[in-house]
Every structure is written in structure tokens, then in C-alpha cells.
């Protein structure tokens, strides 16, 4: 059974930074593409960065730049480091396995966390 934990969410100002993980249950992340995903209130669950089991990376336009996915030395650890936070960037964010094809597009993914709250302040 594929789980996924994340953790690292919390409150900060704009333009500080963040650091989220995810924990992928067993050989997860070396079978399956890694997402995160975010949604805030009254809005839709969108992509943010992926990472493809041989390591290329996929961005939304909104946070190249600022955002940046990895893989620890872990096989299941990976992080989204985010930098340059801005109040836009507030909502729950999501990790999630599948995405073969089209890495920031949710319905590719059948495997989800619970997620982690991220709130910036302006």
C-alpha cells in the first residue's frame, strides 16, 4: 500500500522561507513520479513542482524561481524548499505518487497525503 507522510508546514512572513517534506511509504519514489500539489479556500487543487523517478523536475510558472523540489539521501524523503514566500502561497499542500505522464496534472495522481498547512503573512 502506497503511503505518503508530509510534514514541515507552518506560519511565516512573506518573503521568508519554508522547507516541506514527504515521506513516501516503501520504494514509492523510485516507482513513481512525487508531486506536491497545494489548495487554498475557494480555490482548485493545482500543481506546484513534481519529480520524475530520474530526477527532472517539473515547475508552475508561479513559483519558478522560488521553489525548489528534491530527493534526499533517503530514498523516501524529498523536499520542497520555498523561498521568497508570498501571501498567494498560503494554502494546504499535498504530496502525492503517480504523475507518469503529465507531472502537474492532479488526475494523474491516485496516491495522496494528508497534507500540511502553509500560511504567509503579509
Known amino acids: 500500500q502506497v503511503r505518503l507522510v508530509e510534514s514541515g508546514g507552518g506560519s511565516v512572513q512573506a518573503g521568508g522561507s519554508l522547507r516541506l517534506s514527504c515521506a513516501p511509504s516503501g520504494h514509492t519514489a523510485s516507482r513513481y513520479c512525487i508531486g506536491w500539489f497545494r489548495q487554498a479556500p475557494g480555490k482548485e487543487r493545482e500543481g506546484v513542482a513534481a519529480?520524475?523517478?530520474?530526477?527532472?523536475?517539473s515547475y508552475a510558472d508561479s513559483v519558478k524561481g522560488r521553489f525548489t523540489i528534491s530527493k534526499g539521501n533517503a530514498e523516501n524523503t524529498l523536499y520542497l524548499q520555498m523561498n521568497s514566500l508570498k501571501s498567494e502561497d498560503t494554502a494546504m499542500y499535498y504530496c502525492?505518487?503517480?504523475?507518469?505522464?503529465?507531472?502537474?496534472?492532479?488526475?494523474?495522481?491516485?496516491?495522496w497525503g494528508q497534507g500540511t498547512q502553509v500560511t504567509v503573512s503579509s
Open positions: 502525492a505518487a503517480g504523475g507518469w505522464y503529465r507531472p502537474l496534472l492532479q488526475s494523474e495522481y491516485p496516491y
Open positions: 519529480i520524475a523517478t530520474d530526477g527532472s523536475t
